[in-house]
């Protein structure tokens, strides 16, 4: 079955630890996006891809890093610089000619 | 991309028509009226989608007012299945702005009950 899977579904963070999310999908699709949700809040973009080696900056980047090495890979990296990381985090990509997204089923990430 | 508004919540007793409304005043020719929900703690799904037709899946139907200034999705026989937060987005198809840009706002609780 094609689709975007998102690993682990829950992760836990020590203060001053990097940790990387991974979402994958076997869809074709080129573009994909990493979004994070707080309780109560709608989903703010973090950073997307329309290519591979091709990354650019959403809404709230900082704190973040990305990579795209592969096309059906896209990990998110929550770096010790983002201060206030805890919160539900979701992946999504689409075909390039057409404007729908498909999400993964999330991460959600806690700080200890 | 154009600003919606949503009522935060709304209740349907299981079986009958959702109906979600949605306002977009300011959207433009060339945007697309597009709806998905999250059922909680789950990533969101694809509902449907319209310009200025009324649109009809599976799913749902869509219903764009002539002046495509608002808009509602029913839910022909809601099911406890169907409670969840339903958002309302206008996205434009200009590739040469920001990439497939969807902007979620707080969208509209549904709650089903039996």
């Known amino acids: 079955d094609g689709g975007i899977t998102q690993s682990p579904k829950y992760l836990f963070r020590k203060e001053g630890q990097n940790v990387t999310l991974s979402c994958e999908q076997n869809l074709n699709h080129d573009a994909m996006y990493w979004y994070r949700q707080d309780p109560g809040q709608g989903l703010r973009l973090i950073y997307y891809?329309?290519?591979?080696?091709?990354?650019q900056k959403g809404d709230i980047a900082e704190g973040y890093s990305v990579s795209r090495e592969k096309k059906e890979s896209f990990p998110l990296t929550v770096t010790s610089a983002q201060k206030n990381p805890t919160a539900f985090y979701l992946c999504?990509?689409?075909?390039?000619?057409?404007?729908?997204?498909?999400f993964g089923p999330g991460t959600r990430l806690l700080v200890l | 991309d154009a600003k919606t508004t949503q009522p935060p919540s709304m209740d349907c007793a299981e079986g009958r028509a959702a109906n979600l409304p949605c306002n977009h005043s300011?959207?433009?020719?060339?945007?697309?009226v597009y709806w998905y929900r999250q059922i909680h703690s789950q990533g969101p799904q694809y509902i449907i989608h319209g310009l200025k037709n009324n649109e009809t899946n599976e799913m749902a139907s869509l219903i764009i007012t002539e002046d495509r200034k608002s808009s509602t999705l029913i839910l022909p026989h809601a099911t406890l299945r169907d409670t969840a937060v339903y958002y309302c987005i206008v996205r434009g198809v200009d590739r040469g702005s920001t990439l497939g840009r969807l902007y979620f706002g707080r969208g509209t609780q549904l709650t089903v009950w039996p």
């Open positions: 891809s329309q290519i591979v080696n091709d990354f």
């Open positions: 300011t959207i433009s020719g060339n945007e697309y």
């Open positions: 999504a990509s689409k075909r390039g000619d057409q404007e729908t997204q498909y």
